[in-house]
């Protein structure tokens, strides 16, 4: 044509900037692989990671960490391009892999955004943590007294210390460095189900190390600017204190004989009529005599209050002798009309 003259001897000064076969598959390279590897992913495990996505020739098209947030991802199910999907199987939690795609495996002839068509693909990655949906709470006892003969149950109000991690070490949380213990009533739901799981059967003085999969922490969304979404969390904990709690369904018992004239007594002033005021100071006074305990860990204004809503069958703020029944009567009722 024009630009190239017949005859014409023709130099062309090339840069090679990756090759293939359509044979070609994954290539991995093992940069760091932790000393300790219990468990290495395997398909439907969710895989939390960091990457760098370069070329062949170290141009840099995508990278997880200037966006500060993993890559999640599913693993052998097809969520991510297949080269990937394969390259994320067996890698272990703290690992560091390369992997080389070709583009069969890639982003194909056409390419996307920044990846030309065509193009091998180098990712380096990072593996935070992964987790299977079907796991549950992995508990490792540290240390357990010699005297170990009360264990902790649902009701019971607990007093722990923790060290809160991911799976990498990052440290999260730890009530040692707010000086003071962490407090609440096992079983009801004042902590997450992991860790409601993992204080169960626990004595005082005992130390264990919990791990929670994210479906039994703090889920996919996490907690902003505190648990990443999806993170499996590590708590490290010691049990300080145990208040066994009641039996369940009660929120107040008597530790001796009930009174007969139970009402008359709490109907202080004779008119047939129990307000909450009464109920309340009469409660007061039976635990601070040590005849009568609360559920221990919960509010006392609450708790009354609730227990004599119960009794105020009505709604109209008063209880009466007709209204008024012991748990025992009730369940005793409840059972003759079934």
Same mark, same amino acid.
């Given at each position: 044509?024009?630009?190239?003259?017949?005859?014409?001897?023709?130099?062309?000064?090339?840069?090679?900037?990756?090759?293939?076969?359509?044979?070609?598959?994954?290539?991995?390279?093992?940069?760091?692989?932790?000393?300790?590897?219990?468990?290495?992913?395997?398909?439907?495990?969710?895989?939390?990671?960091?990457?760098?996505?370069?070329?062949?020739?170290?141009?840099?098209?995508?990278?997880?960490?200037?966006?500060?947030?993993?890559?999640?991802?599913?693993?052998?199910?097809?969520?991510?391009?297949?080269?990937?999907?394969?390259?994320?199987?067996?890698?272990?939690?703290?690992?560091?892999?390369?992997?080389?795609?070709?583009?069969?495996?890639?982003?194909?002839?056409?390419?996307?955004?920044?990846?030309?068509?065509?193009?091998?693909?180098?990712?380096?990655?990072?593996?935070?943590?992964?987790?299977?949906?079907?796991?549950?709470?992995?508990?490792?006892?540290?240390?357990?007294?010699?005297?170990?003969?009360?264990?902790?149950?649902?009701?019971?109000?607990?007093?722990?210390?923790?060290?809160?991690?991911?799976? %990498? #070490?990052?440290? /999260?949380?730890?009530?040692? $460095?707010?000086?003071?213990?962490?407090? !609440?009533?096992? *079983?009801? &739901?004042?902590?997450?189900?992991?860790?409601?799981?993992?204080?169960?059967?626990?004595?005082?003085?005992?130390?264990?190390?919990?791990?929670?999969?994210?479906?039994?922490?703090?889920?996919?969304?996490?907690?902003?600017?505190?648990?990443?979404?999806?993170?499996?969390?590590?708590?490290?904990?010691?049990?300080?204190?145990?208040?066994?709690?009641?039996?369940?369904?009660?929120?107040?018992?008597?530790?001796?004989?009930?009174?007969?004239?139970?009402?008359?007594?709490?109907?202080?002033?004779? %008119? #047939?009529?129990? /307000?909450?005021?009464?109920? $309340?100071?009469?409660?007061?006074?039976? !635990?601070?005599? *040590?005849? &009568?305990?609360?559920?221990?860990?919960?509010?006392?204004?609450?708790?009354?209050?609730?227990?004599?809503?119960?009794?105020?069958?009505?709604?109209?703020?008063?209880?009466?002798?007709?209204?008024?029944?012991?748990?025992?009567?009730?369940?005793?009722?409840?059972?003759?009309?079934?």
């Amino acid at each position: 044509g024009k630009e190239i003259p017949g005859q014409a001897s023709l130099v062309f000064d090339l840069v090679l900037l990756d090759l293939h076969n359509p044979k070609d598959g994954i290539a991995i390279e093992n940069q760091q692989v932790p000393e300790s590897c219990e468990r290495r992913s395997q398909t439907g495990d969710f895989l939390r990671y960091h990457y760098n996505g370069t070329l062949l020739d170290g141009t840099l098209f995508d990278s997880s960490y200037s966006r500060n947030c993993t890559f999640d991802t599913y693993v052998g199910k097809g969520d991510v391009i297949a080269g990937m999907d394969k390259g994320l199987l067996g890698v272990c939690t703290g690992e560091k892999r390369r992997i080389i795609i070709p583009p069969h495996l890639g982003y194909g002839e056409e390419g996307r955004g920044k990846i030309p068509g065509s193009a091998v693909l180098v990712f380096d990655i990072h593996v935070v943590d992964f987790h299977n949906p079907s796991d549950t709470v992995s508990i490792t006892v540290d240390y357990k007294p010699s005297n170990c003969t009360i264990l902790s149950k649902k009701g019971d109000y607990l007093k722990y210390h923790y060290n809160a991690s991911l799976l %990498d #070490g990052t440290l /999260l949380d730890s009530t040692h $460095s707010l000086g003071k213990t962490y407090n !609440v009533v096992l *079983g009801y &739901g004042q902590v997450v189900v992991g860790m409601d799981m993992g204080l169960q059967d626990m004595c005082v003085g005992e130390r264990r190390t919990v791990v929670i999969p994210p479906h039994l922490g703090y889920g996919e969304d996490g907690v902003e600017g505190e648990v990443p979404g999806s993170a499996v969390l590590v708590f490290n904990i010691e049990l300080l204190e145990l208040v066994s709690g009641l039996p369940e369904g009660y929120m107040f018992v008597w530790n001796g004989e009930v009174s007969p004239n139970l009402f008359e007594e709490i109907d202080q002033n004779r %008119d #047939g009529e129990v /307000l909450l005021e009464e109920f $309340s100071e009469y409660i007061q006074a039976q !635990v601070d005599s *040590g005849k &009568g305990k609360l559920a221990p860990g919960f509010d006392f204004e609450k708790i009354v209050k609730n227990m004599f809503t119960n009794q105020d069958r009505d709604g109209n703020g008063k209880v009466t002798a007709e209204e008024f029944k012991l748990k025992d009567q009730e369940v005793k009722e409840e059972h003759d009309e079934l």
